[in-house]
């Protein structure tokens, strides 16, 4: 009789696990990389910069701005993002391989692009760019008809 109820205690212990595998399913495929891609779709300006080791203050970029050279990378939800600087721009392709990381593909190069604490870091051969959300360009998505809270 003893062994019975091992068996017995193994199909609820087999039972369990499954029910926990087939709930592991279904939230991976419903996290897709559509709605990790909402992280990314947006304009991002330029706040910070190191190459070679050297940072480049917030006041520089502040001043380069004042001059009319504000870096802004836009990711559109047609999956093409384009960076612009002075009048320039560079397009290309992206895809978010997670919720925290998406990879941008321009003539046939790919760069990772990296999401943490609002802040969104392209690193390629020795130079970081860092980018925040372009609060000025989607400040008007924000409101919601004149309601404010202090």
Do not use: H, P, Y
């Amino acid at each position: 009789m003893r062994g019975s109820g091992e068996v017995s205690i193994d199909k609820k212990w087999l039972a369990i696990l499954a029910s926990v595998f087939a709930l592991c399913l279904l939230l991976v495929g419903c996290g897709s990389n559509e709605d990790a891609s909402k992280n990314f779709i947006g304009d991002w300006k330029l706040v910070g910069m190191e190459e070679d080791g050297k940072a480049t203050s917030k006041e520089d970029i502040k001043l380069m701005e004042s001059f009319g050279m504000k870096v802004v990378m836009s990711f559109k939800e047609d999956k093409t993002f384009s960076l612009s600087f002075a009048g320039e721009e560079e397009t290309g392709k992206w895809e978010a391989k997670s919720a925290s990381e998406a990879s941008l593909k321009v003539d046939g190069e790919t760069v990772s692009v990296k999401l943490s604490d609002g802040e969104l870091t392209l690193e390629q051969d020795g130079t970081k760019m860092i980018f925040e959300r372009d609060k000025a360009e989607s400040g008007s998505t924000k409101t919601d008809g004149g309601s404010s809270s202090s």
